[in-house]
């Protein structure tokens, strides 16, 4: 697969990167959502990247290519949260603008894994 190591995957690091950010956003939420929207956001981000390190470790393309499909997946569960916590009034539009940069870089490097392995032709 040409990478012998899941940490050599950019898309892993910035999956990393955003597990990060997400930890650090969460503290500004309300307690009472310790439980609840926080919770849900942590074991979104952190299944980014550990998707993509489970996958890489199968040694198998398609199977790599299925948990990369999760960590898309986890992806768009994340930004869909962060715009209900904007909505909810936890987090302003400008707090969440870095943190849903970073998780579209993540999402396109993701999606362009997915396509090298795939064999698929890059869209224009």
Same mark, same amino acid.
């Given at each position: ?7 050599? *995957? ?18 500004? @939420?309300?307690?009472?959502?310790? @439980? ?5 956001? !942590? ?15 199968? !040694? ?6 299925? @948990? ?9 569960? +994340? ?16 707090? *969440? ?12 490097? +993701? ?14």
């Amino acid at each position: 697969m040409g990478v012998s190591r899941y940490r050599e *995957l950019v898309a892993w690091q910035k999956a990393m990167d955003l597990v990060q950010e997400i930890y650090r956003l969460k503290q500004d @939420f309300p307690p009472q959502e310790q @439980f609840g929207l926080t919770n849900q956001l !942590r074991r979104a981000a952190v299944s980014v990247p550990s998707n993509i390190a489970e996958g890489q470790g199968r !040694r198998l393309r398609k199977q790599f290519c299925l @948990f990369l499909r999760t960590a898309r997946g986890s992806a768009q569960e +994340i930004e869909t949260q962060l715009l209900i916590a904007q909505r909810l009034g936890y987090a302003s539009a400008q707090r *969440l603008r870095p943190v849903l940069s970073l998780l579209e870089e993540t999402g396109r490097l +993701i999606a362009g894994l997915l396509r090298s392995l795939e064999g698929r032709p890059t869209v224009s």
